[in-house]
C-alpha cells in the first residue's frame, strides 16, 4: 500500500498568512494526487485533483502543486472561512489512501 | 447538481450485520464509479471499496480491512448504491460516506454513523 504522509499535523495561523501543508507519497504517484478540506460534522470537499487542478468553484487562493513523492497545498492569503482539517490522497493505485490530515486553526 | 443521500446507519451488537443505501442524482449513475469512504470518530479517512460502471463491467475492490465481510452493490434502475456490511466489529464505527469518485471523490454524501457495540 501507498503511505501518504502529511505535515503538519497542525498549524496555527492568522488571516491572511500564506498556508503550506505537504504531503509526501511512500512512492511515486505521479500526479495522480487530491486535496480535501473538511469541516467540523461535515463531509470531505475536493479542493483539488491531479495534483495541481482547481475543482470548478474553488476560490483561487487554493493552490497545489508537485509531482511524484512530494506535493504541497498552498492557500494563499487565509480566510476565515478556511480554518478546517486538509487531506490529501492518492488514487495511483489501490488501495486508495489518505494522509493522516492537518487542522489548521486560529492563532 | 449531483447529490448522494445515504441512509441505513444505526446501533447494531459485534457480529451483527447492516445495509447502508445511497441514493444518487444530478448525474449519469449507471456509468458512474462510486465508492464507500469512512472515518471513524476523531480519525482520518479510510477508502472502503469501490464499484465500477456498468461500462466497465461493475466490478467491485476493497480494503484488505473489510473484504470478505462487506461487499457493495448497485442498483442502475433506482439510481442507488448499498453497502451490506457483515460480521461487524467495533472498529468498524464510523461515518460512512457514498462518495463519486474518477479517481479523487468528487462528490460526497452527508454520511450515516454507524455504531458498533455491545
Known amino acids: 500500500d501507498i503511505q501518504m504522509t502529511q505535515s503538519p499535523s497542525t498549524l496555527s495561523a492568522s488571516v491572511g498568512d500564506r498556508v503550506t501543508i505537504t504531503c509526501r507519497a511512500s512512492?511515486?504517484?505521479?500526479?495522480?494526487l487530491a486535496w480535501y478540506q473538511q469541516k467540523p460534522g461535515k463531509a470531505p470537499n475536493l479542493l483539488i485533483y491531479?495534483?495541481?487542478t482547481l475543482e470548478s468553484g474553488v476560490p483561487s487562493r487554493f493552490s497545489g502543486s508537485g509531482s511524484g513523492t512530494e506535493f504541497t497545498l498552498t492557500i494563499s492569503s487565509l480566510q476565515p472561512d478556511d480554518f478546517a482539517t486538509y487531506y490529501c490522497?492518492?488514487?495511483?493505485?489501490?488501495?486508495?489512501?489518505f494522509g493522516q490530515g492537518t487542522k489548521v486553526e486560529i492563532k | 447538481e449531483v447529490q448522494l443521500v445515504e441512509s441505513g446507519g444505526g446501533l447494531v451488537k459485534p457480529g451483527g450485520s447492516l445495509r447502508l443505501s445511497c441514493v444518487a442524482s444530478?448525474?449519469?449513475?449507471?456509468?458512474?464509479?462510486m465508492s464507500w469512504v469512512r472515518q471513524a470518530p476523531g480519525k482520518g479517512l479510510e477508502w472502503v471499496g469501490h464499484i465500477k460502471g456498468k461500462t466497465d463491467s461493475g466490478t467491485t475492490g476493497y480494503a484488505v480491512s473489510v473484504r470478505g465481510r462487506f461487499t457493495i452493490s448497485r442498483d442502475d434502475s433506482e439510481n442507488t448504491l448499498f453497502l451490506q456490511m457483515n460480521s461487524l466489529k467495533s472498529e468498524d464505527t464510523a461515518v460512512y460516506y457514498c462518495t463519486m469518485s474518477s479517481g479523487s471523490f468528487d462528490s460526497w454524501g452527508q454520511g450515516t454513523l454507524v455504531t458498533v457495540s455491545s
Open positions: 512512492q511515486s504517484i505521479n500526479s495522480w
Open positions: 444530478g448525474f449519469s449513475f449507471s456509468d458512474a464509479w
Open positions: 491531479r495534483a495541481s
Open positions: 490522497q492518492q488514487y495511483n493505485s489501490y488501495p486508495r489512501t
